[in-house]
């Protein structure tokens, strides 16, 4: 099936992020990047929330960045569901988070979190950089270009997409037609769930395949540990930088 039932053209996807780690610990003190980071245990309970909560919907692809704590994340929900055995996790690597430079004698966690806080709130300027590191449009691109080819394949109706906060926020931007004026906004909490509609309509030119026609924002930032926030009065970019 192509569409949602009850539709004609209609495609979901739940874009989720994943869920807690630790940017200062020892393994990426010792491996001196942070890209192979895993979850921490908290990560995993979040995850398994998330899992708990999409348990009862059946998808016809999963993906994810490839990065560890996306396809943990990924695994995690995927064993939570009775009807993903069906399954193969792929791996696209235009999902991979936007990369920030390094920021020079930040000393502690707090102080990190501080000078990454307003990043995003520059990202519609030309030729704005993730404190330095990659151009946010560049990074738009590649992820607006992982949802499209995932849109353009055929025989799935529901798809899980894990990535991070970064991308997902680049991506959420995009739909808002709104290019990166929109980046700021949109709160990407630990294992949260997006949930993307698309309409799907054969190509305008007559040629082979489909094209989007419109894009729908059901649900942004739902936490089933914690669907009303409360108590979570942290954004996210402080959150991952707290100790547990």
Request: with cysteine; hydrophobic share 45%; net charge neutral.
């Amino acid at each position: 099936m192509n569409a949602l039932p009850g539709t004609t053209g209609r495609r979901r996807v739940y874009l989720m992020r994943h869920g807690h780690v630790d940017y200062f610990s020892r393994e990426v003190r010792e491996a001196g990047h942070a890209s192979q980071v895993p979850l921490t245990p908290l990560g995993r309970e979040q995850a398994l929330a998330s899992g708990d909560g999409l348990s009862h919907v059946r998808f016809d692809r999963a993906l994810s960045s490839g990065l560890p704590r996306t396809r943990e994340t990924a695994e995690i929900v995927l064993a939570a569901n009775a009807d993903a055995a069906h399954l193969t996790l792929s791996v696209d690597a235009d999902l991979v988070e936007i990369v920030g430079g390094r920021p020079s004698g930040a000393k502690s966690r707090e102080e990190l979190a501080a000078r990454m806080a307003f990043e995003f709130d520059q990202a519609a300027q030309p030729g704005a950089r993730m404190m330095g590191g990659d151009v946010f449009a560049d990074v738009q691109a590649r992820a607006v270009r992982a949802m499209k080819r995932l849109l353009a394949e055929p025989g799935w109706h529901t798809a899980l997409v894990v990535a991070h906060e970064g991308v997902n926020r680049l991506i959420l931007s995009w739909m808002t037609g709104n290019g990166l004026s929109g980046v700021q906004a949109f709160e990407q909490d630990l294992a949260c769930i997006n949930i993307l509609d698309f309409d799907m309509v054969p190509q305008a030119d007559g040629g082979v395949g489909t094209e989007i026609a419109r894009s729908l924002i059901k649900a942004v930032n739902l936490t089933p540990y914690n669907y009303t926030k409360h108590g979570m009065n942290l954004t996210s970019l402080e959150a991952i930088f707290v100790r547990v």
